[in-house]
């Protein structure tokens, strides 16, 4: 799933590349992840043209100049590509875009699951998923006191709490491992059992984790171009279980419940 560096290093990509650019025609080839009736989705693209991309909690917002915007939550497999027409198209391209500087914006997504709405004069109120998004965590409003305040309201496992978007926006399964990692805590621990020292180190370790991040994916994206699966080569624990821990040296430890990995060393996190 893209999280926050890969979403944010996408932004930077299309920022580069999109703004002017007029969308000729809108193909819809599986019409099941466009959450708008699709005669709406291609009547208010076809024609408009792209203003600044910008992002909030884990949706791409594409503006566009008729004052609406493109709204894409890919969920865990969409992913978003940037070609030429005579590109062969992947299996389960959902819709294209064909823009008047000869690429064509395309969107596949392997299980379906993404979320894409037109978001009428970014009336963002009216999106669901939008009304609960918390800070976002590289922002100046996410402050370690604000943090702190709001982590109080959350009593369950420190993992999943931390990727609960009502806290702090953008974070999803590998870097809560490696945001967990950084600061030496489990990820079973309870939040309520946590220290104030580990909740200090927690909030350090969102902003150094996802900024460093965000810095290395970027940069590949701009060199390599927009991956199919995400850059997570600088990952430490997440998806590393067996292999020596940075850190110690011990294995690292790999347990999957309800499809979801979680990675972390049983030495430096406790
Ligand atoms: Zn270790």
Redesign the pocket.
């Known amino acids: 799933m893209p999280e926050l560096p890969d979403l944010e290093a996408y932004r930077a990509f299309f920022n580069r590349r999109i703004p002017d650019v007029a969308i000729n025609e809108v193909t819809v080839r599986i019409p099941i992840v466009v959450r708008v009736p699709k005669d709406d989705f291609i009547s208010t693209l076809t024609g408009n043209v792209f203003g600044e991309v910008e992002r909030r909690g884990k949706f791409i917002l594409f503006s566009l100049r008729s004052g609406d915007y493109l709204a894409i939550h890919p969920m865990l497999t969409g992913r978003l590509q940037y070609r030429q027409p005579q590109e062969k198209r992947r299996p389960k391209t959902c819709f294209v875009l064909a823009l008047n500087n000869g690429h064509e914006l395309r969107y596949f997504d392997e299980r379906r699951m993404g979320k894409i709405y037109i978001v009428k004069q970014g009336d963002f109120a009216s999106l669901s998923l939008f009304a609960d998004l918390g800070p976002e965590p590289l922002s100046d409003e996410f402050t370690e006191e604000a943090f702190r305040e709001h982590l109080r309201h959350f009593r369950g496992q420190i993992k999943s709490v931390i990727r609960t978007d009502s806290l702090v926006a953008a974070i999803g399964n590998a870097y809560a491992d490696e945001i967990l990692f950084a600061a030496g805590i489990h990820p079973y621990r309870k939040r309520i059992e946590l220290p104030p020292e580990a909740e200090v180190r927690l909030y350090q370790a969102i902003r150094s984790v996802l900024g460093e991040a965000a810095a290395i994916v970027a940069d590949r994206v701009e060199n390599e171009g927009l991956p199919v699966d995400e850059y997570r080569d600088h990952l430490k624990v997440h998806r590393r279980g067996g292999q020596p821990?940075?850190?110690?040296?011990?294995p690292?430890t790999e347990i999957t419940s309800n499809q979801r990995i979680t990675s972390f060393?049983?030495?430096?996190?406790k």
Do not use: A, L, N, V
């Open positions: 821990c940075p850190k110690c040296g011990s690292i060393c049983r030495h430096c996190q």
